[in-house]
Structures are given as C-alpha cells and as structure tokens.
Nanobody, 119 residues
C-alpha cells in the first residue's frame, strides 16, 4: 500500500528526492516516515512527519535531508542533499495512524528503493 520511487545512483555531494505514494484515503491522519537499511546493517530511522507536520530527523541526516508531505496527493517526500557514501541503503517508506507520534493500529511498509552514493 506504500510505493516508493526516486532511488538511484548519485555521486557524493549530489541530491536525490524520494517519493512515497499511498492509496489510503486516511493518509492525512497518518504519521509518515523514512527508514533505511544498509548492507549488513539493521534498518534505521531516517525521518518522520506527523499528521500536523511535526518533524524529527536522525542526527546523521539532520541539516541534509528534508521530509515533507502533500496530503492532497497522498504523498510523502524525502529530499536528500549533500549525499555521502554512508547514505547508501535501501530506503523504506513507513506509515501508521498516530496521535502525535504515538502509533495506533497497523504499521505499513513499502518495498523499498535503493539509493547508492558513489565516492
């Protein structure tokens, strides 16, 4: 129910924009987030945005990545700037109904999109 796009190969210092679209009609009430999983590592939090657009970022991406949402398009975006080789990972979209960031009910995941940053 969550479909990511926008991954690819980029040089260090470059930018990419990831998109995640959902067909859920209750999108505006959902907390939407991005996670990533690098080869051989556990999945880790990247950024999230609540239904009232409160945002949090992982320290590793703060100041470089920007998350935003477009409720009219049921879409969440992740603008990634100043990319580093260590940002290489599969990026997953995540969504759940929440109050603030507290989850109620089912958590949904996309299948992921690969981002590769070359040095």
């Amino acid at each position: 129910q969550l479909v990511e796009s926008g991954g690819g190969l980029v040089q260090s210092g470059g930018s990419l924009r990831l998109s995640c679209i959902t067909s859920r009609i209750s999108f505006s009430t959902y907390v939407m987030g991005w996670y990533r999983q690098a080869p051989g590592k556990q999945r880790e939090f990247v950024a999230r945005i609540s239904s009232n657009s409160t945002i949090t970022y992982a320290d590793s991406v703060k100041g470089r990545f920007v998350i935003s949402r477009d409720n009219a398009k049921n879409m969440v975006l992740l603008q990634m700037n100043s990319l580093k080789p260590e940002d290489t990972a599969v990026y997953y979209c995540n969504g759940y109904y929440g109050v603030g960031f507290t989850r109620f009910g089912t958590e949904y995941w996309g299948k992921g999109t690969l981002v590769t940053v070359s040095s």
